[in-house]
């Protein structure tokens, strides 16, 4: 069930922000921050102080930023059905596959994206399903060599983006090209929505450990578009949590 706040579950190594695990360096956005969730369970399955507890998903809530944008204008160029705002029960018939960095990430020719600038992927529906995409293709995109262009272009700027930044900015940065992820994106739901915010938890497959992972990103519709709500440390991902199965996911298919 969606509690009230956007806490931050489990506990152990991941409990610190993803950009200070020691996983970060070798990460390209979200799948790999379950390679670090899959390893932290290897090293410490006897410990049952190190298990991952289940917490609560968080909800969208306000945070600082600047919401000054008109939220009915749109970029040039960016038009997109926004009729259905029901929360989604499948996934679109037009999804399909797109290389982000070395990672296969959702889109669609309807709900987004549509606008494909270097790494900065735009132009989703204002719509729950164009929030499921944005919070996909947006983070993914953190871990690619233009990530300060993505996070300035497609995080509310504030106290929040800020501390990314510069924790971000810290980190010795190694390539992960040539080396094709093993995991993959496997499912999502929207956990809360409105026009203005939206909660989606991702879905992730970790073959090598036969377990999938889900953690949940917080979106603002901003300046016509969505983009990712970082807390005020500069936290992006919350309820981080290790799931036996697809059970309450919408699965992407193959």
Do not use: H
């Given at each position: 069930m969606v509690n009230s706040g956007r806490s931050r579950g489990g506990s152990g190594e991941w409990e610190q922000p993803f950009w200070q695990q020691r996983g970060w360096i070798l990460s390209a956005g979200f799948l790999l921050v379950l390679v670090v969730l899959?390893?932290?369970?290897?090293?410490?399955?006897?410990?049952?102080?190190?298990?991952?507890?289940?917490?609560?998903?968080?909800?969208?809530?306000?945070?600082?930023?600047?919401?000054?944008?008109?939220?009915?204008?749109?970029?040039?160029?960016?038009?997109?059905?926004?009729?259905?705002?029901?929360?989604?029960?499948?996934?679109?018939?037009?999804?399909?596959?797109?290389?982000?960095?070395?990672?296969?990430?959702?889109?669609?020719?309807?709900?987004?994206?549509?606008?494909?600038?270097?790494?900065?992927?735009?132009?989703?529906a204002h719509t729950p399903m164009g929030a499921v995409f944005a919070a996909h293709a947006?983070?993914?995109?953190?871990?690619?060599?233009?990530?300060?262009?993505?996070?300035?272009?497609?995080?509310?700027?504030?106290?929040?983006?800020?501390?990314?930044?510069?924790?971000?900015?810290?980190?010795?940065k190694e390539s992960a090209a040539g080396q094709p992820s093993e995991e993959t994106f496997a499912g999502?739901?929207?956990?809360?929505?409105?026009?203005?915010?939206?909660?989606?938890?991702?879905?992730?497959?970790?073959?090598?450990?036969?377990?999938?992972?889900?953690l949940s990103v917080t979106l603002r519709w901003q300046d016509g578009d969505w983009k990712v709500l970082p807390d005020p440390d500069g936290t992006i991902y919350g309820g981080v949590s290790y799931t036996d199965g697809t059970n309450g996911f919408i699965t992407w298919g193959t």
């Open positions: 899959a390893a932290v369970t290897l090293m410490t399955s006897g410990d049952d102080s190190s298990e991952a507890s289940g917490s609560p998903a968080p909800t969208a809530t306000a945070s600082d930023g600047d919401e000054s944008g008109n939220e009915n204008d749109r970029p040039a160029g960016c038009r997109t059905d926004d009729s259905e705002q029901d929360k989604p029960t499948s996934a679109p018939k037009d999804m399909y596959w797109k290389a982000g960095g070395t990672t296969l990430v959702p889109v669609s020719k309807s709900a987004g994206p549509l606008k494909f600038d270097g790494p900065v992927w735009s132009c989703f947006i983070t993914n995109n953190f871990g690619l060599e233009g990530w300060r262009e993505v996070v300035e272009r497609q995080v509310v700027p504030g106290a929040g983006r800020d501390a990314y930044i510069a924790k971000r900015s810290k980190q010795q999502f739901t929207v956990l809360a929505y409105n026009e203005k915010e939206s909660t989606v938890m991702i879905l992730g497959r970790v073959p090598s450990v036969d377990r999938y992972g889900s």
